[in-house]
């Protein structure tokens, strides 16, 4: 298998044939200049499904807690948006000022946020957990700074640490070493 976004010249080729394609490749291949593919396990493809899952939740509970942020700065109260990211002054909202039709709007966005925030908090465990099953997560999460989730994440990322032949050749996959091999 050859990726084409790491193999410029079938995507960027000019007369689009599979004759021609078969030839680059061909070519680049006796000549042993493929790019090579890693095809990720069924648990780091798992994993990358569900942290990319998270992130479309994350994503849809900001745009639930921004309408109703506009909703309230549309009656001239003021709110902070860090308000919102608590659970407790989400759940306690005033319908100071609202119609009944508008408080119908302000409960069911901020009932879907709450539900949001309770689905993110579950997948985050099942993040944790998938993650902690795979090699590499121990050492990883060792690095001050590098919590469960973005341990999780990176594994996700790269697949399995143990196609990579050392540190460096880990390093230079990210695009992370320069020539002389230092960050």
């Known amino acids: 298998m050859v990726n084409p976004v790491q193999f410029q010249v079938i995507r960027k080729s000019v007369s689009k044939t599979d004759k021609n394609d078969a030839r680059a490749l061909a070519f680049f291949l006796s000549k042993d200049m493929l790019p090579q ?3 990720k396990s069924k648990a780091h ?3 990358a499904s569900l942290t990319q899952s998270r992130d479309l939740l994350v994503k849809q509970r900001t745009r639930l ?3 109703i942020h506009a909703l309230y700065n ?3 109260i003021k709110l902070k948006k860090e308000s919102l990211s608590s659970k407790h002054r989400l759940a306690n909202l005033t319908q100071a000022g609202f119609s009944s039709v508008e408080w119908v709007e302000v409960t ?3 009932d879907q946020a709450l539900s949001l925030t309770d689905a993110i908090r579950q997948m985050d465990r099942e993040i944790e957990k998938a993650a902690q099953a795979l090699d590499g ?3 990883i999460t060792s690095i001050k700074g590098i919590g469960p989730r973005s341990a999780a994440v990176f594994l996700s990322g790269i697949g399995d640490v143990t196609d990579f032949a050392s540190e460096d050749k880990l390093a230079s996959y990210f695009g992370i070493l320069n020539r002389s091999g230092f960050t």
């Open 74 to 76: 549309a009656h001239g």
């Open 45 to 47: 493809g798992e994993l």
């Open 65 to 67: 807690l921004n309408k």
């Open 37 to 39: 593919t890693r095809v």
């Open 108 to 110: 069911l966005l901020r």
């Open 137 to 139: 997560y121990e050492s």
